[in-house]
């Protein structure tokens, strides 16, 4: 299913550039294997995929050491707003081996919300950075770009330790725009240049590249370099197998997003005024007001007035105008022009 998801991504990504923040979805959702489907089983599946919602909510991978955490995952079921028992495939390196049974748990997005924020603990939105992966690996003595039609297991890997996370990620189509610009030497040596060249067609958020080598018989490692804005960082991942390195790969990229998008100012319900210019007309004036409204710490918007251009919002915001403004950031419907004495966006095209 993560397979096809990315495949459906791909194709989302030449037919509607271009692309920026995506919207996350089932970020309330999990699931967690089970031998039978008595309630004596049932209560600690539950607790394990509460858990692993409570990774996605927060970007927080540690969450259960938080204060407060093991009250909250040791009453898992009054969260619960729905579930039911399915059969899935268990997988070694991609490859379907058995048949398994799993509880899908639908957490109540609300009543999670609301005891987050009693205990003072940060929320990260729906709307998160897109990533484009650029990822190339050796195999025997050639070494070529991961693609959906001759690597699949190294997507689906990638998307699994994605989806645990809460992010989705984006591959490239490598056709002959692509390939035109980048080849599989430039991501082997981490050439910044053709990397960030070939990345402009997709305008994501963030460009993720990274080289799966296999040292000995039992010893895989990753090299990672990610491009965010103007910044650049590095790592390295060790460890048995190539679904364990790039899991942690996966893990230490989410961090890093996670430390700078994750909004840690107020967790308080505020009412914010918010200029929007750039409005001068009826679809334009829907638009702002329809994005606004989409956006995950906002619980309302009332337009307070119209003029000419221009259209004053109030805003009720439970994350405050540091998490409106991260949020806008990411999604390129808005600009800021200024937040001293009043925030002001403008409407772009």
Known sequence: MKFKLSIIVCLFVLTSQPVYAIKVSGLYQ??????????????PAIKRALLQVLI??????NIAKSSGISNLIERPEQYVQQFRYQQASSQDNGLEQSAIQELWVQFDESALNDVLRSYSISIWGKERPSILVWFAHEGGETRSLVTFEESPEYI???????????????????????????????VWADFKEPVL????????????TGKLIQVLPTLWETQWSVYIDASENRWTTQGESPEIVLE????????RLAHQYVNTGSTRTEVISLLVTDINNVDKYARALSYLESLHFVRAVQVKHVSENEVLFEVISDGGTSAINQTIALGKTLELVSNEEQLHYRLIR
């Open 30 to 43: 999990a699931t967690a294997t089970v031998s039978d489907e008595s309630a004596a089983k049932r209560k």
């Open 56 to 61: 996605k909510l927060t970007g927080n991978r």
């Open 156 to 186: 689906t890997m990638l998307d699994n330790g994605a989806a645990a996370r809460g992010i989705s990620l984006l591959f490239p189509l490598l056709d002959l725009e692509d390939t035109s610009k980048i080849s599989v030497s430039d």
């Open 197 to 208: 060249a070939a990345s402009t067609r997709y305008q994501s958020d963030v460009i993720l």
């Open 248 to 255: 942690e790969g996966i893990d230490v990229l989410v961090d």
